[in-house]
């Protein structure tokens, strides 16, 4: 929900590894799990974007804090993720994960996810003349 903008800035705080393409309109459009503990969040996972029509969505903003980690916290919000857009009959569901982060990638197979082709991430510039 919009109400949990401020906590999950918070969250992602300064972070390294915090997600690095949020933005705060996909809460609105979005699907999106949290795990709190004693009121703070802890973890949460959501969506990038849901193509309704052509049933498709992309997980994307998953993130635990780094005193969290290891307890299971990633899979639960993002299986409430999954859950939550099967319901919504989204028949493909994607997400990206660098190959090299093991952790990650245990935690997206162990729900399902298997992959499917590498890419690459860099900055690129456009020139106009």
């Not at 804090?65 to 857009?85: D, M, T, W």
């Not at 245990?106 to 510039?125: D, K, Q």
Request: aromatic share 10%; glycine share 14%; proline share 5%.
């Amino acid at each position: 929900e919009r109400g949990d903008l401020p906590d999950l800035v918070a969250l992602f705080g300064g972070h390294p590894d915090r997600p690095d393409s949020f933005d705060p309109g996909q809460l609105e459009t979005g699907a999106f799990f949290g795990i709190r503990l004693d009121g703070e969040l802890v973890a949460v996972a959501g969506t990038h974007v849901i193509g309704r029509r052509a049933r498709v969505a992309a997980i994307g903003n998953v993130f635990t804090h780094p005193e969290y980690r290891r307890r299971g916290f990633a899979a639960r919000a993002s299986a409430s993720v999954i859950e939550a857009l099967l319901r919504e009959e989204i028949e493909t569901i994607v997400l990206n994960v660098a190959m090299a982060n093991g952790p990650a990638l245990a935690l997206y197979r162990g729900l399902g996810f298997m992959p499917f082709c590498g890419y690459y991430e860099g900055v690129g510039e456009l020139k106009v003349e």
